[in-house]
């Protein structure tokens, strides 16, 4: 397994990090199937108390949410120390990135779930170097020009293009 991530973080690698300039969105080696996640460095706060402050964005790799997004951006405070996370406010985007609808309303701080996506982005909001940290374990900016959406594509190009589809 470890030698499957380490495969995909370098192709992925080369597939959205090339030529970084001005770039704010980085891409986490967080995902499934069906969706890949997404953090906005420029914006990434952190405070003496263990607070995180971040904005995500999840964007659909197959089809779209039942609602028609295709992608959701949301500011999510993260307590490191109680392993909390809170999400301050969330817009909806459809396939060409237009704007849907958005819940300014923050919700309730939640525990977050053992082994979930929740609690890997949880595990990379609360390194010490974070969001600084240029090794690419687990997350690299997109290339200049690229946007969520093209990074997506290029994900399920690249997962695509390592499916085995000999007979067996």
């Known amino acids: 397994m470890k030698y499957f991530v380490r495969k995909l973080t370098a192709g992925l690698s080369l597939l959205l990090s090339v030529n970084v300039f001005a ?4 891409a986490t080696i967080v995902g499934n199937d069906t969706v890949a996640y997404f953090f906005d460095a420029d914006t990434v706060q952190k405070t003496p108390d263990g ?4 904005w995500e964005k999840s964007v659909q790799k197959k089809q779209a949410d039942s609602d028609g997004a295709w992608s959701t951006a949301w500011r999510v405070k993260l307590n490191c120390k109680k392993r909390t ?10 396939s060409d ?14 525990e977050v779930v053992p082994d979930s996506i ?3 982005l949880l595990k990379i909001a609360c390194e010490p170097n974070f969001p600084n940290d240029k ?9 200049a020009g690229v946007d969520v959406f093209q990074a997506t594509r290029n994900i ?3 997962m695509n293009s390592q499916v085995d589809n000999a007979p067996k």
């Open 51 to 54: 607070h995180v402050l971040v």
């Open 97 to 110: 990135g237009q704007f849907i609808k958005s819940r300014n309303m923050p919700g309730v701080e939640t």
């Open 23 to 26: 770039s704010t969105w980085n």
């Open 118 to 120: 929740a609690e890997a």
């Open 135 to 143: 090794s690419g374990k687990n997350y690299f900016p997109l290339a």
């Open 156 to 158: 399920v190009s690249y």
């Open 85 to 94: 996370s809170q999400v301050l406010t969330s817009s909806d985007y459809g």
